[in-house]
């Protein structure tokens, strides 16, 4: 199952102001009017802040900024900065991909996190470290997006997200924001830190352990850090709510949930479903497969005779089949009385594990000439060793005839299967297993340059090169089509147990068929043989170059005009090697996947000119003007320009106007241009040929499947017709259809209210700011049934424009081959989407002296006022704003009191309350589901105490143990039966400390 669908402010400027440390909600009010270094020191050196590449001795960004410090979000409980990054303070509620989205197919492949701002998709944030964009990582063909897991942690100093477009600014992805890690550059001596959270579950424990160190000459500045962090595996059986995925339907309106779901004839209660996404049936396991049976025993809720393919083990069972009964009779498809439960699937993990290993080392030497040059130099080293645990329905074709299979069973004809390597099938079995994807993820990036004065006026010059390289090892463990045949042939081996005809490969022979191998426990030498760990390799590498150049032009009343110019290269290049077996198809009921290779460069020259006015004059306390460009030529599609304007405005003192507009870009990803075709299979009910005998000779589809020459009898199901067949779909990149950049406009408006206080009733500071953004021409995928369904529905067909422009991506077997017209879909990248999403960003922050000790409130809330989308040019925008994954409200308040060397904690995460009854068709006053959720809150509380060198924090996260809500199935992808919502807190009541120590 795939999910890549849209995923998911101001800077106070404390942290630089002298201010006490701003928490993760915590946003800035602004500018001219806020406190800063500059504003009692004329000597303080200027700053450069995220979106703009001007140097300022005050923050005077008409862009809204969100400042986050490291102490605080220690103080919140956060063990690393992906877990920060990825917190409802940063996303508003933006559904991310995290470590609950194991068995998903996802960008960056499984392990990575991400991080996606305003919903927009991971793809469309830009990622900095200290100023420069970090590349891409993760494994498999899909690598489109920064992995989170390779930042440090220990030294960080602040983050800087900018919730508004920047590529003017930053190039390509910066179309939600950017995010902009700083690391501490003072630092000096020996630091120890480490952190500890434990879920109370008693699984799930997070541990980090780091080394910060740091040396400050009069002309040598170095520092560094060494990190481990581990994860432990946080299962499905560590939480009762996960242990029974039901319907969760009523049996009428207004009954309790749950009535309505079906029964488990066992038990009573209502069926289990664990292994279905969204608690639709699922699949079945504990069960096998024969012919159809007349007369035999039938099990609890069947008659007691009956017709059934369908039987589960049950020894006290007699008839014509003893030992098992029968399920659902008459051969249905239905599950409701066949097993879906097994011990298995909750050995699984519902937060995956990982280990993580990080090395950072930074430098500066000032050189002392070329205008007192500064060389620099930065290296990142990480290591990710991920694991998922997983289930997995094993499907055992058993020869007919075959030894291995029990005399009770010999009636059984299933005639050849997908399996059988051209065999007749006597018995298939419905067995399960566990087994584990793994991930080995090297992460380098090494870069330095050289800065300096330039003999004019106050102008510098910046030069830089660097490089970011991947290497990623992922293996799977999966059934290999042929091992499963070359197990299946068995000669008895004179000692009781049976030997494979075909000993190559050490072949290890099939079990024999038993309640054991049916309720699966499956002898693991077995195992080892059909489902090997095989691997696969990925390599992603990035070059840069650039030169940036910065200094004042002339003076206006409102000080200097300032003017930065400069050019960069970039070059990227992918080589995603799958395992061989995956390559050849022969991974049973799992996708095929080709080799990508691909390579892009671009060269850009951009330039920012900020305009001080006014300064202190009369109802202009501040007046400045901000514009920004940049050109871009891709290798890829070709050229582009985009502009930025913005501009900041203070009538008196205390109060400020902002406001920005702008375009943005995203160029395509090298995945999206060059991913080689991965094979998928829709069912036969996809192509709408199948059997349309049953439609009028006068509708669209009758007559597009005549024209296309496929027989009136296709799929009829007698014989001498021709057997319908599954649609084949080929996911591949869209380099060779002319895949061309995502565009974007984007503006904001806010105002800042800083009003001055009497000390004694502290600082106060708000800020409003409305945001919208419009991504047009994105990149996309129509998806196999909506690329056959729009072409046989065009009446104009192959020369249409309202679907029949897709038919160029759907070709039919002719009919003498292997598969008569059997369709294959194409469904490549191609520049359809649509998505705007508008709200506005509220952020207050109070600083109150209390007694001997000082308080601290910030409070940081989102509301959403339209989060839609649309495939084609031609769809309506569906708006998804306040349904589910899309809250309208979301918020977060952090409360600190500080007295003498105590901090006291208080934190609140709060996600609106989501309602889908409409967009599914729904009366909630008249319907037997749940398709809504409540406002959803989480507490947490810590206290942190410094003792001369050292400080000690300890806390409890959602200290009330707040469960996720829960709706019912059928339609969302769910966790048990809650939403798979990353604002959710899937892992519980968490206590967690954390130690540093300064030598």
């Not at 002298?18 to 270094?37: C, L, N, R, V, Y």
């Not at 693991?524 to 489902?531: D, E, P, S």
Request: glycine letters at 12%; proline letters at 5%.
């Amino acid at each position: 199952m795939s999910i890549k669908g849209l995923l998911g402010a101001t800077a106070l400027v404390g942290v630089l102001a002298g201010f006490p440390a701003i928490s993760a909600a915590q946003t800035a009010a602004a500018p001219a009017a806020a406190p800063d270094p500059a504003a009692d020191d004329p000597t303080a050196p200027e700053v450069v802040v995220t979106g703009s590449r001007i140097k300022h001795d005050t923050f005077n960004s008409a862009s809204p900024i969100t400042v986050v410090t490291r102490d605080d979000a220690t103080a919140a409980g956060f063990n690393s900065t992906s877990e920060l990054l990825q917190s409802t303070a940063i996303t508003a509620g933006a559904r991310q991909i995290d470590n609950t989205f194991a068995g998903f197919i996802t960008d960056g492949g499984p392990g990575a996190n991400t991080l996606s701002l305003r919903g927009l998709g991971a793809a469309r944030t830009l990622i900095l470290l200290n100023g420069r964009r970090l590349a891409p990582s993760g494994t498999s063909g899909s690598v489109v997006s920064a992995d989170l897991n390779v930042l440090p942690s220990a030294i960080v100093e602040r983050i800087e997200i900018l919730k508004d477009g920047a590529s003017s600014i930053y190039g390509s992805d910066a179309i939600a924001g950017v995010v902009n890690i700083i690391t501490d550059k003072r630092t000096k001596g020996l630091t120890l830190d480490g952190g500890v959270s434990v879920p109370t579950v008693g699984e799930g424990t997070t541990k980090r352990i780091a080394a910060i160190f740091g040396y400050n000459g009069d002309r040598l500045r170095i520092s560094g850090s060494a990190e481990y962090y581990k994860r432990d595996m946080l299962s499905f059986a560590a939480h009762d709510y996960l242990r029974c995925q039901t319907d969760y339907v009523r049996s009428a309106p207004g009954q309790p949930l749950d009535s309505g779901s079906t029964i488990d004839p066992r038990t009573g209660k209502a069926k289990c479903y664990p292994t279905g996404p969204t608690g639709d049936s699922g699949v079945t396991v504990n069960t096998i497969g024969t012919s159809t049976r007349a007369g035999a025993a039938g099990g609890p809720g069947n008659a007691a005779i009956g017709s059934f393919n369908r039987f589960r083990v049950n020894p006290g069972a007699g008839g014509s089949v003893p030992g098992f009964e029968g399920v659902n009779g008459g051969g249905s498809s239905g599950l409701g009385n066949r097993d879906t439960v097994n011990d298995n699937f909750f050995k699984r993990s519902l937060v995956s594990p990982t280990e993580n290993f990080s090395g950072y080392l930074q430098g500066e030497f000032d050189l002392h000439a070329l205008g007192d040059a500064t060389l620099y130099f930065d290296g990142l080293f990480t290591r990710r060793s991920s694991v998922q645990p997983a289930f997995f329905q094993a499907i055992l074709d058993y020869r007919l005839g075959s030894p291995l299979i029990p005399s009770v069973l010999a009636f059984s004809n299933l005639g050849v299967t997908d399996q059988s390597g051209g065999f007749p099938v006597g018995v298939r079995v419905f067995s399960s297993r566990n087994y584990q994807s793994r991930q080995t993820v090297d992460y380098m990036r090494f870069g330095g340059g050289i800065r300096g004065k330039l003999p004019l006026n106050d102008w510098t010059y910046d030069f830089y090169a660097g490089r970011s390289y991947t290497s990623g090892k992922y293996y799977l463990q999966q059934l290999i089509t042929s091992r499963l045949i070359q197990s299946q042939g068995v000669v008895a081996n004179g000692s009781g147990g049976y030997n494979c005809t075909d000993t190559s490969n050490g072949c290890v022979a099939a079990p024999a068929l038993t309640a054991d191998v049916i309720n699966g426990n499956i002898p693991q030498a077995y195992l080892n043989f059909v489902a090997p760990e095989v691997k696969g390799t990925t390599k992603f590498g990035e070059t840069t170059f650039s030169a940036q150049f910065g200094g004042s032009l002339f003076a206006l009343p409102g000080g200097n005009v300032g003017l930065a110019i400069g050019a960069e290269y970039r070059r990227q290049t992918i080589d995603d090697q799958p395992p061989i077996e995956q390559q050849t198809g022969q991974l049973y009921s799992y996708s095929t996947a080709g080799i990508t290779q691909g390579k892009d460069a671009v060269k850009e020259v951009f330039g920012e000119v900020e305009f001080p006015l006014l300064r202190d004059q009369s109802f202009f306390k501040t007046l400045t003007f901000n514009a920004s460009g940049r050109y871009t030529n891709y290798n890829s599609y070709g050229t582009g320009w985009t502009y930025k304007f913005g501009g900041v405005w203070s009538p008196v003192k205390g109060v400020l106007f902002r406001g920005t507009y702008g375009t943005s870009f995203r160029a395509p990803a090298l995945s999206e241009q060059f991913e080689a075709p991965t094979a998928g299979f829709l069912s036969t009910n996809t192509d709408p040929c199948y059997q349309y005998y049953n439609s009028a000779p006068t509708t669209t589809i009758y007559k597009n499947c005549q024209t296309a020459g496929v027989p009136l009898n296709y799929g009829r199901g007698n014989a001498g017709d021709p057997l319908a067949q599954s649609v084949q779909v080929l996911t591949t990149g869209g380099a060779g259809s002319g895949l061309a950049a995502e565009k974007s406009k984007n503006w904001t408006v806010g105002a800042v209210l800083q009003p001055s206080l009497p000390s004694s009733l502290g600082k106060f500071e708000f800020a409003v700011d409305y945001f919208n953004i419009t991504v047009n021409n994105g990149v996309a995928q129509y998806g196999g049934a909506s690329i056959i369904s729009s072409c046989y529905n065009d009446p104009l067909f192959t020369s249409g424009t309202n679907g029949g422009q897709l038919c160029q991506f759907v070709k039919r077997d002719p009919s003498t081959g292997t598969l008569p017209y059997r369709a294959t879909v194409t469904n490549a990248f191609v520049n359809i989407a649509t998505n705007k999403v508008r709200g506005l960003d509220f952020n207050l922050r109070y600083v109150l002296p209390i007694a001997t000790g000082s308080l601290r409130l910030n409070l940081g809330a989102t509301k959403y006022l339209e989060q839609s989308s649309k495939l084609r040019p031609t769809d309506p925008l569906n708006d998804a704003n306040g349904q589910i994954y899309f809250p309208k409200w979301t918020g977060t308040l952090d409360a600190y009191y500080s007295i003498s060397r105590v901090t006291l904690y208080y934190g609140l995460n709060w996600v609106g309350k989501m309602d889908s009854f409409a967009s599914v068709g729904e009366d909630p006053n008249n319907s037997i589901y749940q398709f809504a959720t409540p406002n959803y809150f989480t507490h947490s509380a810590s206290v942190r105490v410094a003792i001369d060198k050292f400080s000690f924090t300890v806390g409890v996260k959602n200290f009330t143990d707040k469960e996720p809500p829960q709706i019912s199935a059928y339609v969302f992808n769910r966790l048990g039966n809650s939403p798979l919502y990353s604002g959710f807190d899937f892992v519980g009541r968490t206590v967690f400390s954390n130690v540093t120590a300064k030598f």
